[in-house]
């Protein structure tokens, strides 16, 4: 039965009642201001799921309106360089992830859930980040303010498909962005693979056609110099163009497995007898890890020759490890595909995960500060990307705006702001509000995409790692 206006409006009416009571102690009891100044929320409620999807910790509005501000005010100014991956490589800014807590084959079911829920909601309160329905002590100073770190996974079933994904496999293959390889291979997380579950690892440069052939090299010394007890950096690429259209390259796959079987053989890994069925000697096990759209799934199906995993350009598609069983050349193998996972890095830019494609663009409420990030980054390779970023603006802003962003980058004085550079791309598509101005929601999102799918050249220098 449909309500009369005076039932809703008085239903209105006690639920501002209720919202009233409860802030009525202390409306301000969660949000503290930093040193300089800038208001962050202290204590975050995250609703309790017991499905495996991707979770973050959603942003205030100050957070936003301020970016939103200061991406129509300050103009663009050359590279951040080395300041934003240095804290990939501190362990004081990559905070320790959750393992699986210790259990016994004698647990229950029951007690076994508890017990790495409650570890985690432990973890959990040290971000100061609460799930509804627990106790909160607003007395408490969290000791990792979760308004300092990127946005990471706060969903306990995501992180659980990580252990046993890490647990079952005798090697443990780390897929990461080519263009991106430190951002999404932290400290934490091979602290974590290499050294608290000691497991020997393999880290596969994924996309390595978005990059220059001459950077491999580079990145495989600088990330086996980083991280010693990596087995092997292998580049990759789990696509082909043919006529204009991307198609999976499965007999490169049946090559990298192949490889990847010929490095575990040559360190002596054997798999682990325990799992033995029916007589039958145990296979080893690879666990493909790592952060979402770093192109597991596509490896995967490459691996596997056809297409056996589902793919989508949407970040966190896959939700629940999957194992599969083949034979490359006489070798009898498993590989699992664990779902990509976004692991806590302190002072990390949250822009910078929006242009890796980590975080998914639907969820993204403003573009100035990621389309400034990406461009920023431009800049800092500015003699190498110059001709393919202008021409990319050109098709995308028109021929007067990128000729104008050319003369200021040459000069490197900016009076340029990303919103001039979002609007510019409105005003070209036609893409405008009912209002007459540009809609620069749309058009930044097409921007972004262009930076994610690597049509706009971006990527972070091995270099800037090194100093």
Same mark, same amino acid.
């Given at each position: 039965?449909?309500?009369?206006?005076?039932?809703?409006?008085?239903?209105?009416?006690?639920?501002?009642?209720?919202?009233?009571?409860?802030?009525?102690?202390?409306?301000?009891?969660?949000?503290?201001?930093?040193?300089?100044?800038?208001?962050?929320?202290?204590?975050?409620? =995250?609703?309790?799921?017991?499905?495996?999807?991707? &979770?973050?910790?959603?942003?205030?509005?100050?957070?936003?309106?301020?970016?939103?501000?200061?991406?129509?005010?300050?103009?663009?100014?050359?590279?951040?360089?080395?300041?934003?991956?240095?804290?990939?490589?501190?362990?004081?800014?990559?905070?320790?992830?959750?393992?699986?807590?210790?259990?016994?084959?004698?647990?229950?079911?029951?007690?076994?859930?508890?017990?790495?829920?409650?570890?985690?909601?432990?973890?959990?309160?040290?971000?100061?980040?609460?799930?509804?329905?627990?106790?909160?002590?607003?007395?408490?100073?969290?000791?990792?303010?979760?308004?300092?770190?990127?946005?990471?996974?706060?969903?306990?079933?995501?992180?659980?498909?990580?252990?046993?994904?890490?647990?079952?496999?005798?090697?443990?293959?780390?897929?990461?962005?080519? &263009?991106?390889? =430190?951002?999404?291979?932290?400290?934490? @997380? +091979?602290?974590?693979?290499?050294?608290?579950?000691?497991?020997?690892? =393999?880290?596969? @440069?994924?996309?390595?056609?978005?990059?220059?052939?001459?950077?491999?090299?580079?990145?495989?010394?600088?990330?086996?110099?980083?991280?010693?007890?990596?087995?092997?950096?292998?580049?990759?690429?789990?696509?082909?163009?043919?006529?204009?259209?991307?198609?999976?390259? +499965?007999?490169?796959?049946?090559?990298?497995?192949?490889?990847?079987?010929? =490095?575990?053989?040559?360190?002596?890994?054997?798999?682990?007898?325990?799992?033995?069925?029916?007589?039958?000697?145990?296979?080893?096990?690879? $666990?493909?890890?790592?952060?979402?759209?770093?192109?597991?799934?596509?490896?995967?199906?490459?691996?596997?020759?056809?297409?056996?995993?589902?793919?989508?350009?949407?970040?966190? #598609?896959?939700?629940?490890?999957?194992? #599969? #069983?083949?034979?490359?050349?006489?070798?009898?193998?498993?590989?699992?595909?664990?779902?990509?996972?976004?692991?806590?890095?302190?002072?990390?830019? &949250?822009?910078?995960?929006?242009?890796?494609?980590?975080?998914?663009?639907?969820?993204?409420?403003?573009?100035?500060?990621?389309?400034?990030?990406?461009?920023?980054?431009?800049?800092?390779?500015?003699?190498?990307?110059?001709?393919?970023?202008?021409?990319?603006?050109?098709?995308?802003?028109?021929?007067?705006?990128?000729? @104008?962003?050319?003369?200021?980058?040459?000069?490197?004085?900016?009076?340029?702001?990303?919103?001039?550079?979002?609007?510019?791309?409105?005003?070209?598509? $036609?893409?405008?509000?009912?209002?007459?101005?540009?809609?620069?929601?749309?058009?930044?999102?097409?921007?972004?995409?262009?930076?994610?799918?690597?049509?706009?050249?971006?990527?972070?220098?091995?270099?800037?790692?090194?100093?």
């Amino acid at each position: 039965m449909r309500k009369s206006a005076k039932q809703r409006k008085a239903e209105l009416k006690q639920a501002r009642q209720k919202k009233q009571e409860l802030d009525t102690e202390d409306p301000y009891k969660d949000i503290r201001v930093t040193e300089t100044g800038q208001t962050v929320r202290r204590v975050h409620t =995250i609703k309790a799921n017991e499905r495996a999807f991707m &979770r973050f910790i959603p942003e205030e509005a100050f957070e936003v309106d301020a970016r939103k501000t200061e991406g129509t005010e300050v103009p663009f100014s050359p590279s951040p360089s080395s300041s934003i991956v240095r804290m990939y490589l501190d362990r004081e800014h990559t905070p320790a992830i959750p393992s699986r807590p210790n259990w016994s084959c004698d647990m229950t079911k029951e007690e076994l859930v508890k017990n790495e829920t409650d570890y985690f909601r432990r973890w959990l309160h040290q971000f100061g980040v609460y799930e509804e329905g627990q106790e909160i002590d607003y007395d408490a100073q969290p000791a990792l303010p979760a308004a300092e770190f990127n946005f990471f996974e706060t969903n306990l079933e995501v992180w659980r498909q990580l252990w046993r994904t890490v647990e079952r496999a005798d090697v443990v293959v780390i897929i990461v962005d080519a &263009r991106f390889p =430190i951002a999404q291979l932290p400290r934490n @997380l +091979y602290t974590y693979v290499c050294e608290d579950i000691n497991k020997p690892a =393999i880290c596969i @440069l994924n996309k390595a056609d978005l990059i220059e052939p001459k950077y491999f090299k580079e990145w495989v010394r600088v990330l086996k110099q980083l991280y010693p007890n990596l087995l092997e950096v292998i580049p990759f690429n789990a696509f082909d163009v043919v006529d204009g259209r991307k198609q999976a390259t +499965y007999e490169d796959g049946e090559e990298l497995l192949h490889t990847i079987i010929e =490095i575990a053989q040559s360190y002596h890994i054997q798999p682990n007898p325990l799992k033995k069925k029916d007589g039958e000697p145990a296979e080893l096990e690879f $666990g493909f890890v790592g952060h979402p759209s770093v192109g597991k799934s596509s490896v995967m199906n490459s691996v596997l020759g056809s297409k056996k995993v589902s793919v989508k350009r949407t970040p966190g #598609h896959t939700k629940h490890f999957q194992t #599969h #069983h083949i034979v490359n050349r006489g070798d009898k193998v498993v590989v699992c595909d664990c779902p990509g996972l976004v692991i806590p890095v302190h002072g990390m830019p &949250r822009a910078l995960q929006v242009i890796t494609g980590v975080y998914p663009l639907g969820r993204v409420r403003e573009f100035y500060s990621s389309i400034r990030l990406a461009v920023e980054l431009v800049l800092g390779s500015w003699a190498e990307l110059r001709e393919g970023f202008l021409a990319n603006l050109t098709r995308l802003a028109g021929a007067e705006f990128s000729k @104008l962003f050319a003369e200021q980058a040459d000069s490197g004085e900016f009076t340029i702001t990303p919103y001039d550079l979002i609007a510019a791309v409105a005003e070209q598509k $036609g893409m405008m509000t009912k209002g007459g101005r540009p809609d620069v929601h749309r058009a930044g999102r097409i921007v972004l995409q262009e930076v994610v799918d690597g049509n706009i050249y971006v990527f972070i220098r091995p270099e800037w790692v090194a100093q």
